[in-house]
């Protein structure tokens, strides 16, 4: 572990984006905050710094509590930060209100069905018709 590591890095290495290439785009784009202020992927963090983090519809509240620019498992990832309790609040409201507005309202699919799919369909069908 060393002091000084790049945001776009140490979000890489805290497991919040899959590649650094995802963690400099988010953090150029405006999605992540560096103690309440936009910053540059380059920019340091410190020990103590507060990150916010806006990922699709869920947003992350977090404090840094250790500096890594080495990417290990998701056990070790979970160590290098805290997440407040209101954002893990906030998130698991959210997450349960999009499961309960796609289990309303489906999302179609995003292409024609393929050959097993069309089968069943002509199945059900044809059974519907009898």
Do not use: C
């Amino acid at each position: 572990m060393s002091d000084d590591v790049r945001l776009d890095k140490w979000l890489w290495a805290a497991r919040f984006f899959k590649t650094r290439a995802l963690a400099r785009e988010a953090v150029t784009g405006g999605k992540v905050h560096l103690n309440g202020q936009r910053a540059k992927p380059s920019r340091n963090v410190k020990i103590g710094d507060s990150i916010d983090i806006s990922r699709g519809h869920y947003r992350y509240e977090i404090t840094v509590d250790a500096v890594s620019d080495r990417r290990g498992p998701a056990r070790e990832a979970a160590k290098l930060f805290t997440e407040s309790e209101e954002s893990v609040e906030k998130r698991t409201a959210i997450a349960q209100e999009l499961a309960l507005r796609r289990r309303v309202a489906p999302i179609p699919p995003a292409s024609r069905p393929d050959k097993r799919s069309r089968r069943r369909i002509i199945r059900f069908t044809r059974k519907r018709e009898d």
